[in-house]
């Protein structure tokens, strides 16, 4: 079954930066909204950022202007490139489409240390 699979994540100290990416492989990935969205431990997972396929983007409060989401319709691929992050910003990262959704991937973990 096709899945999303994140990548990207570490550990980095408060202030740091890190870029994630998202491999979608799919025809229809271009003509879709896609989005990141993080879960902290024993919560449900939040929406951080989101693209639409012209190039639209919309930002949590949390996270504007820190954080940048790009994608590559040809690459089928999706980056979340964050900076000035925060101990705050530990979670574990996903990236799905924002409607029909596909199954969850495997998330790639953020820790930021303080």
């Known amino acids: 079954q096709v899945q999303p699979v994140e990548s990207g994540g570490g550990l980095v100290q408060s202030g740091g930066s890190l870029t994630l990416t998202c491999a979608a492989d799919?025809?229809?990935?271009?003509?879709?909204?896609w989005a990141w969205y993080r879960q902290f431990p024993e919560k449900s997972r939040e929406q951080v950022a989101r693209i639409t396929p012209g190039g639209i983007e919309t930002y949590d409060d949390s996270v504007k202007g820190r954080f940048t989401i790009a994608r590559d319709n040809a690459k089928r691929t999706m980056t979340l490139e964050m900076n000035k992050l925060k101990p705050e910003d530990t979670a574990v990262y996903f990236c799905n489409r924002i409607l029909n959704q596909w199954p969850w991937g495997q998330g790639t973990q953020v820790t930021v240390s303080s």
């Open positions: 799919s025809a229809l990935f271009s003509i879709k909204t």
